[in-house]
């Protein structure tokens, strides 16, 4: 966590939050309640406030009762409002647990790439009942896997078709990775993969195409691109697919303002570490809110607005690299399914907009569509998108 440095208290959010659950149907909804925090002594508040009332407050330690509404529904709206008034780096308390809250390009690459090892741990947030089915599921894919290769060491022949477990149990079996990589490791990374794959699939098709039926002239180039390239042909190809600038463009625009997961899996420090200049303490738990990022206005121009134009002429992309849009994470614990999930997206979608002419149903303007988030750890719509699609003649 954070601590005094100079006998000065850093410019960076430090609340002590006590969180009280309530039942509320079937959900538990955390009422979280500020009960003080420290601004610095030594530098303004990053707020909206007038410079005197910052002069005000330069020397106080602030005491209050301050209702943070509704902050388990949409947590990463909750938390960006915080951090337009306190800055990119908040640390909270939840409850005795340390969180620090990240909300900005270079903060979140100092986390995911400077000191990557350090806060590669996971806080144990699994439900028993459910980690045990699912583990007992993957010990049987693994072993099944781990009985054919065997079969076919001792008796040779078969059909030689391998698939991503054999790679996995071949990276076992030569011990050349450097590190310890067991049957934990494995089952770990195939339920990633295609769990958390297969979900984003649905998640980034659902809002993409929400946006090109909210943006007609979008979906008009887009439509205009994959067509002249797909030139008539049942099948789009992925030689096809790395022509499709404007498809490309569209799914980060998409990505940038919808991420699946907004707030990243969490994150555990393995030691102290100094963060922009801040002392963070072990077991200090990080959540990185991809949501902010990709809408920080001194990253993107018209940050709310679904432009994928911006994309065209620019390098930046989703694959970890660069922190500003960051829908995967990045580092140790990036998402291993990106790739698996994106070359489903670009195909479905291109097909999608090849073969199909799309409309809101008779009666529904574009200005009116329900944009409403669903609550839980991946954001969909609320409200499933309905939409008229017409055959288009090949």
Known sequence: MASEQDGKFPDILHMKIQVEFHSRTSNINP??????????????????????????RKNTVATGDVQLQRLSDYPHRSLQALSRRYGPLMMLHFGSAPVLVVSSADCARDILKTHDLIFSDRPNAKVERVAREFDQFLDEVVEEHRRKMEEKSIGGGGED????????????????????????????????????????????????????LRHPCAMNILQTEVRKIANGKPNITHADLEKMHYLRAVLKETLRLHPPIPLLVPRLSTRDVKIQGYNIAAGTMVITNAWTIGRDPSTWDEPDKFKPERFLNSSVDFKGQDFELIPFGAGRRGCPGTS????????????????????LPEGLKAEDLDMTECTG??????????????????
Do not use: C
């Open 31 to 56: 009422h979280v309640r500020s009960q003080s925090f420290h601004p610095s002594s030594s530098q303004p508040l990053k707020d909206r406030d007038s410079l005197e009332t910052q002069k005000q």
């Open 161 to 212: 078709r391998r698939d991503f477990v054999d790679v996995l149990l071949d990276i076992e079996k030569d011990k050349t990775v450097g590190f310890a990589f067991g049957a934990d490791s494995i089952k770990a990374l195939v339920l990633d993969i295609f769990s958390a794959g297969t979900d984003t699939t649905y998640t980034v098709l659902e809002w993409v195409m929400t946006e090109l």
């Open 340 to 359: 698996f999930a994106m070359a489903t997206n670009e195909l479905v979608l291109a097909n999608l907009v090849n073969k199909f002419d799309w409309a």
């Open 377 to 394: 750890l991946t954001i969909h719509r609320k409200v499933h998108l309905l939409a008229v699609a017409t055959p288009f003649p090949s």
